[in-house]
């Protein structure tokens, strides 16, 4: 895995950003140069060092409250990536389980499961999450449970299909033949087969939940307002783009970055996983 790997750029690349991230997000309070909410009015908007009224004191400048960008960054991907990776996680977990029971049973099974699936994709994306947050209110556990719901379809819907055509081959006639019950052939057989698909998916999923979180505190709608967030460094600097555009273009780069570096990994994992895809 590691020699196609390296022979593979983009994946290597996605796989540096991402253990960049987690490096950064695990030692944030090691490297943050700051205290991420310290506010100091007389400090207020100073330029990246590179400017001419930057300082070396404030790498990447301060915010309209005095507040340490680069801390904030650094205090910021602690959440992007806790959003990610949990709310990847609770969803696939509930899409596997329910796509899962959906492809083995059929029938009523299939058909309730199914049009739940169909339902929750006629809500356009941003609303369902918007509509959710309204009614549990802001706050980490909430974003992650949003990003649960609205992630889980996509998995139920895949390996159902993978499921489908997986139960009907030989060898699972041959084990139920051979006496085997439906929770063995479930999980010893069919779910080693079509779990790869899943895992691929959860990687590309990653990459919109940390996109959806910064797009609900963009909104106001994310975690509590203390806690520093790359959707809310990115709402705050919009109102100072003219003035101090570092305020609103460093956080729409590490959100960039971010998301491209889990894509790049998640295509090089399709390709590695796919048999079909690794013959071509």
Known sequence: MWNNLKRNKGGLIGVIIIGLMLLVALAAGILAPHN?????????????????????????????????????????SRVSLLVGFL????????GVVLGSLS???????????MRIV?????FPFILLAIFIVAVLGP????????AAISSWVR???????????????????????LGAGDIRIMFRHILPNVIS???VIGTLEMARIIL?????????????????????????????????????IIPGLAITIAVLGVNLFGDWLRDYLDPKLKNA
């Not at 100073?46 to 960008?69: A, C, E, Q, V, Y």
């Not at 709310?87 to 509930?94: K, N, P, R, S």
């Not at 492809?103 to 499961?113: A, R």
């Not at 706050?139 to 949003?146: M, S």
Request: glycine content about 12%.
């Open 103 to 113: 492809g083995f049973y059929g029938g009523k099974v299939d058909n309730i499961i």
């Open 197 to 199: 698909p899943a895992i």
């Open 87 to 94: 709310g990847t996680m609770a969803g696939g977990f509930i």
């Open 36 to 76: 991420p909410n310290d506010q100091d009015i007389s400090q207020r908007l100073i330029g990246p060092f590179w400017t001419l009224k930057g300082s070396m004191d404030h790498i990447l400048g301060t915010d309209n409250m005095g507040r340490d960008i680069l801390s904030r960054l650094i205090y910021g």
């Open 155 to 177: 998995y139920a819907r895949l390996v159902r299909g993978e499921i489908l055509s997986v139960k009907k081959m030989e060898y699972i006639e041959a084990i139920r033949s």
């Open 118 to 122: 169909d339902v929750q994709l006629a």
């Open 212 to 248: 959806m979180e910064a797009a609900l505190s963009f909104l106001g709608l994310g975690v509590p307002a203390h806690v520093a967030t790359w959707g809310r460094m990115l709402s705050e600097g919009r109102v100072y783009i003219v003035t101090s555009p570092w305020l609103a």
């Open 139 to 146: 706050g980490l556990f909430n974003i992650i449970v949003v």
